[in-house]
């Protein structure tokens, strides 16, 4: 069974764990974890931050700092399509009090010019604008790329507005790989950015919020706050360490990957987007009656998995565990099973 639902479903390779079980450990609520200490400054380095937190999940990472940037009753700028607005289980809402602003971007990549004048006035009535998120690549649009123009322009009316900008950074890697920008000049706008270990760099579990020494040291209080502190957790960030050595530059064999599936897509009139929209490991399929629940099962039944978005809407995902070979399976389904269906 070819399983194309997510990147997270990556389990570690022999070398990976390998490098794990040899992992240095401590007491990582004590600040005594090396493993996790020396993971922590690493990403702070590359990031060219002050500090760096490890946490469990990217779900927990942003929400993290969402609350460390602002107080219960604020706002939250956000993308419609965001995974914060979308698959965080109105954990803004539950667990801080916050309201979220969605904005319609197009392919997730909001514009200055559809915010700058969403910032709430300072009035009674109203709740008060505090942060500004984004997502950089963006899951549901099909792994779209935010442009770093418009990411620079909009960092900089925060800053004259003092609002947190937050990046959800899940997959920043692959933006980093496909665009040839660093993670550093990537970070230079945000106040906070999450990073995904268990996705396309294939650890077991792990993400990591990154931003100012200040920042980070509130963000301590509040992982705690939500229940994630951790103990002898240095065995995940080794795996973490292993990924960022060695689990970065072969992230363009998945975008590579994905654009072929991309093209078979395409050619039997099932692509979602257009082709240059397919920028990283991400590809949207539709489902032009509606039928996506059947198309999946079908799918399924040819032994390949992939996920349901919508009645119209399929994603297939490329990542550490497939293969070239893989690929070759998958168009083959793809263009028997789709036969039924066109």
Not at 75 to 88: L, M, Q
Not at 113 to 130: A, N, W
Not at 220 to 245: E, P, S, T, W
Not at 273 to 283: A, F, L, P, R, S
Request: aromatic share 8%; proline share 3%.
């Amino acid at each position: 069974m070819i399983d194309l639902r997510s990147d997270t479903v990556t389990k570690p390779t022999k070398d990976m764990l390998a490098y794990m079980v040899q992992a240095e450990v401590g007491d990582d609520v004590y600040g005594e974890d090396p493993s996790v200490n020396i993971l922590q400054n690493k990403v702070a380095q590359l990031f060219n931050k002050e500090a760096a937190l490890f946490m469990p999940s990217g779900t927990m990472s942003n929400q993290v700092a969402l609350r460390t940037h602002s107080e219960p009753g604020d706002e939250v700028i956000c993308d419609t399509n965001c995974h914060i607005f979308n698959y965080e289980s109105g954990a803004a809402a539950a667990l801080s009090g916050l309201q979220l602003f969605p904005v319609n971007g197009e392919k997730g990549i909001l514009t200055l010019e559809q915010i700058e004048d969403l910032g709430r006035p300072f009035d009674h009535h109203f709740p008060q604008t505090k942060v500004v998120t984004l997502e950089n690549t963006h899951n549901r649009a099909g792994g779209t790329i935010y442009p770093i123009n418009e990411i620079k322009k909009i960092g900089k009316w925060t800053r004259q507005n003092d609002y947190g900008f937050h990046l959800d950074g899940a997959r920043l890697m692959n933006a980093s790989v496909a665009t040839g920008i660093s993670p550093k000049d990537y970070a230079e706008y945000f106040d906070s950015i999450s990073l995904c270990f268990s996705k396309g760099l294939g650890t077991p579990a792990g993400s990591i919020l990154i931003g100012s020494q200040s920042f980070i040291h509130r963000a301590h209080r509040n992982r705690k706050m939500f229940g994630g502190g951790m103990r002898q957790v240095g065995f995940l960030a080794a795996g973490a360490i292993y990924a960022l050595d060695n689990h970065v530059k072969r992230l363009a064999e998945d975008h590579h990957r994905a654009k072929q599936l991309a093209e078979t897509l395409d050619e039997l009139g099932m692509l979602e987007n257009e082709m240059k929209w397919t920028q990283t490991n991400i590809v949207m399929m539709k489902a032009p009656n509606g039928n996506a629940d059947d198309i999946v099962v079908a799918l399924f039944e040819a032994g390949l998995k992939v996920s349901l978005v919508n009645n119209h809407k399929i994603r297939l995902v490329t990542h550490l565990d497939f293969s070239d070979d893989d690929l070759e399976r998958s168009i083959k389904i793809l263009k028997k099973t789709m036969k039924d269906f066109n």
